[in-house]
C-alpha cells in the first residue's frame, strides 16, 4: 500500500483560477444580455464572434509555444467577451476579429501569457482598434435601432455632453438606453454583475470603490466650481465606460496591485486620469487609458507599497 | 466584545470530531522504535548498547549540547537495535529499539517523594532546579516544533521575562490533543504554568484559548478561582481569543494576547514573553512534582481514514501502525497519511514510523478529500498578500524561490515566513507556494 506524499498544506480552499474566470463570465451575463437586446444580432455576432476568435487565438498559441499552461483558464474567453463589450454596435465583424487576435497575441502571450501580461489584454485590443479603425470606433447607434428602417446614428451621452453641453437623464444612463459600446450602457446590470463578484470575493472591493469615487469626489469638484461646463458627478459615473472599467476591466487580477495600499493607489489614480481625460482632452471618453496607463505602473505601485512586516521595525 | 485575534489569517474547516472523546491510554507496545532526535537541536548520543535491559523512564540518549533533549525509554526491555531508522520527518535517524518484557519497573528520579514532600517540593524549588529537571526529563514543546523546553526557561540574563504565555489555541483543524488536555488536567495545566513562570522570573500567566473551545475556557476560569497562585503577584488570566488559523503561532498569539510584535528573525523572550504549550505546562509538572520523564504524548487519530478516531495517551516510540490499529484501522479508500495537522504537518510514506514528542496528530485523509488540483500560473489576485499572517507578499516568495534568486528572497522577507501555509490555502492557481519558500529557506541554512 503506498500513500500520497505531498507538500503541506493537505487542506485547500476549493476555489480554482477556472472558477474564478466563470464567476466574472457569470457577472458579465446580464450587460451582455442587455446589449443584445439593446443592439440585436449585430452585437450577438460581436460577442460571439470576439469570444470564440479569442479562445482559439489562445489555444493556438499555447499549441505553438509548446506551453504547458492548461488551456481551460477560460482568461481568453474573458478577454474576447470584454473587447466585443467594449465596441460599437455597428463595428464591422472582420475588424473585430483582428482586434480580438490582437489582444491575445500582442496583449497576452507575447508577455508571457496567463499571469504575466501587463496589460489588460482587452483594452490593448481595444486601443488598437481605436488607432487602426478611428472613424468605426467612434460611429454609434441609439438602442433598438435595428427595429427601424434605418439605423439612426447618435452620439454617445458623454460625447454629447463634451462636444455639446448637452446631457443625460440619469434613468436612461442608469438602465442603458443610450447610445454606447454594447455592454457599457446599462450602469444597473454592470453593477449588479460587479456586486456579485464582490459577494464571492473574486474581485477587490478597494479598486472599484477608490475608482468610482475620486472620479465622483475630483469630478464633484468641477462641477460645483462651473456646474453650467462641466457634468455632474451622477452623470460622471454612469455615463461610458466607467461601470465596465470599475468593475471588470480595472479589478482584472493579473493587472492590477496585489498590496492593499497598492490597490487604494491604483483605483484613486485611474480616477483621476479619467476625469482629467474627459474634461480636458480632446477624447469625450477616457476609461480606456485611464486604465492601460496605470497597469503600466502596477509593477511600481507593487514595489513600493510593500506591506510592513510584523515585528519590523516601524 | 470583539475577540482578541491577529491580522489576516484564515477560517478552515475545523473537523473537530474528536473533540468530546476523554483521552485513553494507548495499549502497552510490544516493541519501540526512539529515535535519538525528537527535538530541535543537537541529536543525541546513545547512553545504552544493544543487549542493554533498560526499564521504562529510564534515560537511553543525551547530548552534551545546550540546545537539545534527553531521550528515555517509553517501556521497560532489552534494546534490540541501535540504527539508523525512519523517523516520520521523513529522513533517517539513529533510534533505539527496545523490545518489550513483561516486567514494570518505573524508574522515578525521585521515587521516594510522599504526598507532602510532593507539595513541598513544587514550592520550594529554585528556578535552577526546575530548569534542571526539566532537562533531564527531555521535556520539549509538544505544541509541534519540538523546542527544548529548558532552553526556554533559560532566558539570558539581559532579557527580563514578564508573561508567560500558555498557548492553548490549538488552531490546526482536526487536532483535539491540546483540547482534552485542557478539559482533563485543568490543574496539572496550571501548576506547569506556575513553575514556567517561577523558573524564568515572569510575575503573570495568560492562557490564550480559542473561543470554539468555550468549554475549556470556562473550567480553566473555574480552577483558577480555586486555586492560590503565590508564586504569581501579577495574577493568572484566560484570554478568550478568536477562532482563526494560525492563532497558535508563536507571533500571533503573543500580537493577540499581548499586543507585543517579536522582532523580525528574533524570539518571544525578545519581548519579555515565554510561550508554552498546554500540554508541555502539563508534561512539566509531572516532571517536577511525580518525577515522570517526557515518556508519554496524548495524540489525535482521526480523518476520514481511520474508523474509530479517537484522542490517545501514547508511550514514545510506538509505531502509527499500532496506534492505528486500536482506532478500527484505516477505511479502505485511506490515501494520505499526515504527522500533525492538515496545515503544516508532514506527509508519511509508511505507518512503520513511531510516535516522536511533536506527535500531535495522526490524520488520515481518504482520496476523496486530498484533492490533487491542476497547477496554474500565478494570476496575481493577491489573496495570499491578504491573508498572510506574517504580512509576506507570498506569490513574490515563491517567484524569488523558484527562480533560486535567493538575496531577493531575504530581502523581501522569506526567513520571516513562519510557513502556516495560509497562501497555499487560499491560491486559487494552487501554487505550493510555502512549499517553494520552506526550499529557499533550507537552501539558505544549507549555503550558511
Not at chain 1, 35 to 59: R, Y
Not at chain 1, 224 to 247: H, K, R, T, Y
Not at chain 2, 325 to 336: F, M, N, R, V
Request: glycine share 10%.
Amino acid at each position: 500500500m503506498s500513500y500520497l506524499i505531498s507538500h503541506a498544506p493537505h487542506i485547500r480552499e476549493q476555489r480554482t483560477v477556472p472558477d474564478l474566470m466563470k464567476a466574472v463570465m457569470l457577472a458579465l451575463l446580464p450587460a451582455t444580455i442587455a446589449g443584445v437586446i439593446f443592439f440585436g444580432l449585430q452585437a450577438l455576432a460581436l460577442i460571439i464572434v470576439c469570444t470564440l476568435t479569442a479562445v482559439i487565438t489562445e489555444i493556438v498559441c499555447l499549441k505553438l509555444m509548446k506551453s504547458t499552461v492548461p488551456v481551460n483558464g477560460g482568461g481568453a474567453a474573458i478577454t474576447g467577451l470584454l473587447l466585443a463589450l467594449c465596441l460599437p454596435p455597428s463595428f464591422p465583424v472582420i475588424f473585430a476579429i483582428i482586434g480580438s487576435i490582437f489582444a491575445i497575441v500582442i496583449g497576452k502571450q507575447l508577455f508571457g501569457g496567463l499571469g504575466y501580461n501587463i496589460f489588460n489584454p482587452a483594452l490593448v485590443g481595444r486601443a488598437f482598434l481605436a488607432a487602426a479603425f478611428p472613424v468605426h470606433m467612434t460611429t454609434w447607434v441609439m438602442p433598438f435601432a435595428y427595429r427601424g428602417v434605418e439605423a439612426i446614428s447618435s452620439a454617445t451621452p458623454l460625447a454629447a455632453m463634451k462636444f455639446s453641453q448637452q446631457s443625460t437623464s440619469s434613468l436612461s444612463l442608469l438602465f442603458g438606453n443610450v447610445g454606447g459600446c454594447i455592454g457599457e450602457t446599462s450602469a444597473l446590470l454592470l453593477l449588479l454583475g460587479g456586486i456579485y463578484l464582490l459577494w464571492k470575493k473574486v474581485i477587490n472591493w478597494q479598486i472599484p470603490v477608490s475608482y468610482l469615487g475620486t472620479v465622483a469626489v475630483f469630478g464633484g469638484v468641477f462641477w460645483l466650481v462651473n456646474p453650467a461646463q462641466f457634468p455632474s458627478p451622477i452623470f460622471q459615473l454612469l455615463a461610458g465606460g466607467l461601470m465596465l472599467g470599475a468593475w471588470f476591466m480595472l479589478t482584472d487580477l493579473v493587472t492590477s496591485p496585489i498590496t492593499k495600499k497598492g490597490l487604494w493607489i491604483f483605483g484613486v489614480g485611474a480616477g483621476l486620469l479619467v476625469v482629467i481625460i474627459r474634461l480636458f482632452s480632446g477624447l469625450p471618453e477616457g476609461v480606456m487609458y485611464s486604465i492601460l496607463i496605470m497597469n503600466a505602473v502596477v509593477p511600481l505601485i507593487n514595489r513600493y507599497t510593500r506591506p510592513r512586516i510584523l515585528g519590523q521595525k516601524k | 466584545m470583539k475577540l482578541k485575534t491577529f491580522a489576516q489569517g484564515i477560517h478552515p474547516p475545523y473537523n473537530k470530531k474528536t473533540v468530546n472523546l476523554s483521552i485513553e491510554e494507548a495499549v502497552y507496545p510490544h516493541n519501540v522504535i526512539i529515535p535519538l532526535h525528537q527535538h530541535t537541536g543537537a541529536t543525541c548520543e546513545p547512553l545504552v548498547k544493544v543487549g542493554d535491559e533498560v526499564v521504562e523512564g529510564q534515560k537511553i540518549g543525551d547530548s552534551a549540547k545546550f540546545i537539545s533533549a534527553a531521550v528515555h525509554a517509553s517501556i521497560s526491555g532489552k534494546v534490540t537495535k541501535i540504527e539508523k531508522m525512519l523517523h516520520p520527518c521523513g529522513v533517517e535517524v539513529l533510534s533505539v529499539v527496545i523490545e518489550g518484557s513483561n516486567s514494570s519497573t518505573v524508574v522515578q528520579r525521585d521515587s521516594s517523594a510522599g504526598e507532602e514532600k510532593k507539595n513541598k517540593t513544587v514550592d520550594g524549588l529554585s528556578p535552577e532546579e526546575i530548569r534542571q529537571i526539566v532537562k533531564e526529563a527531555g521535556i520539549v514543546g509538544l505544541g509541534g516544533a519540538a523546542f527544548p523546553a529548558h532552553v526556554k526557561l533559560s532566558p539570558p540574563k539581559d532579557k527580563k521575562i514578564d508573561t508567560i504565555l500558555v498557548n492553548g489555541c490549538e488552531c490546526e483543524p482536526y487536532i483535539t490533543a491540546d483540547h482534552r488536555i485542557m478539559l482533563e488536567r485543568t490543574a496539572d495545566l496550571l501548576v506547569g504554568a506556575e513553575l514556567v513562570a517561577k523558573a524564568t522570573g515572569a510575575t503573570r500567566v495568560l492562557v490564550g484559548v480559542e473561543d470554539n473551545k468555550h468549554d475549556a475556557v470556562l473550567q480553566l476560569k473555574t480552577e483558577i478561582r480555586k486555586r492560590h497562585f503565590t508564586n504569581l503577584p501579577d495574577g493568572i488570566e484566560v484570554v478568550t481569543l478568536e477562532t482563526k488559523y494560525p492563532q497558535g503561532g508563536e507571533k500571533m498569539l503573543i500580537k493577540a494576547v499581548l499586543n507585543r510584535e517579536v522582532p523580525s528573525r528574533g524570539l518571544p523572550l525578545d519581548v519579555g514573553v515565554v510561550v508554552v504549550n498546554v500540554g508541555t505546562a502539563v508534561a512539566i509538572t509531572e516532571a517536577v512534582r511525580d518525577g515522570k520523564s517526557l515518556i508519554k504524548r496524548v495524540v489525535t487519530i482521526t480523518g476520514s481514514g481511520i474508523k474509530e478516531p479517537k484522542n490517545l495517551l501514547v508511550r514514545i516510540g510506538t509505531s502509527f501502525k499500532d496506534i492505528v490499529e486500536q482506532c478500527g484501522g484505516l477505511t479502505a479508500d485511506a490515501y494520505k497519511i499526515v504527522m500533525g495537522g492538515p496545515m503544516m504537518g508532514a506527509p508519511q510514506l509508511s505507518l512503520e514510523v513511531p510516535v516522536v514528542k511533536a506527535t500531535s496528530c495522526i490524520l488520515v485523509l481518504s482520496k476523496s478529500e486530498v484533492k490533487e488540483d491542476q497547477i496554474f500560473p500565478c494570476v496575481k489576485c493577491g489573496r495570499c498578500v491578504d491573508h498572510c499572517p506574517m504580512s509576506l507578499l507570498p506569490t513574490r516568495l515563491a517567484a524569488y524561490a523558484n527562480n533560486a534568486n535567493y538575496s531577493e528572497f531575504e530581502e523581501w522577507g522569506g526567513q520571516d515566513c513562519i510557513e502556516c501555509g495560509c497562501c497555499t490555502y487560499v491560491c486559487p492557481a494552487k501554487i505550493p507556494i510555502v512549499h517553494w519558500v520552506k526550499l529557499a529557506k533550507l537552501k539558505l541554512r544549507q549555503m550558511k
